[in-house]
């Protein structure tokens, strides 16, 4: 049996591997946005720029390709792709991003019933759920003026049907 020279091995870490489907840029979510902004910028429409507005923080709420980012219990943040700053990656670390949310809000999350079960079983934690949690100072700020960019669209909505 003669061997074949011509075709090369993949490389040992990528054998059994699935490729994950790309993307859409971000620049054609950009480009909405630049559209919504010079269409009212041209129609002088203030209630026009709050629907673009309103298209950033949902974009930002929940289409934005991001990373889960949820620390490990070793300490590693996780990279699994997520969609959306207010979501993680699976139940567990959603858990966890739901009570850094709350806790962003000032407040303790109401729907948590036991001690998180992945630091009693295991026994071994490197790092707390509190720090597991926590959120990046750029998811943070940009979740923040998504919600104050919400709440001026609604206050302007309730002004345009005086």
Known sequence: MVANLGKREPPAARRGTRRRPRRESALAWWALFAAFAGFAWWLQSWRVA???LLAWCLYEF???PTMCRILTQQ???C???TRGRLFACGPDHQR???DALWRLAGLRNPFQKEPPPDESETGVVVVSSDVR???TL???ALILLAAAGTI???IGTIYGFR
């Open 75 to 77: 300490g590693a943040a």
């Open 62 to 64: 929940m289409l934005v």
């Open 79 to 81: 990279t699994e792709r």
């Open 133 to 135: 949690g926590r959120l």
């Open 138 to 140: 750029l998811d943070r």
């Open 152 to 154: 001026a669209v609604l």
């Open 96 to 98: 966890l991003r739901n």
């Open 50 to 52: 709050l629907l673009g």
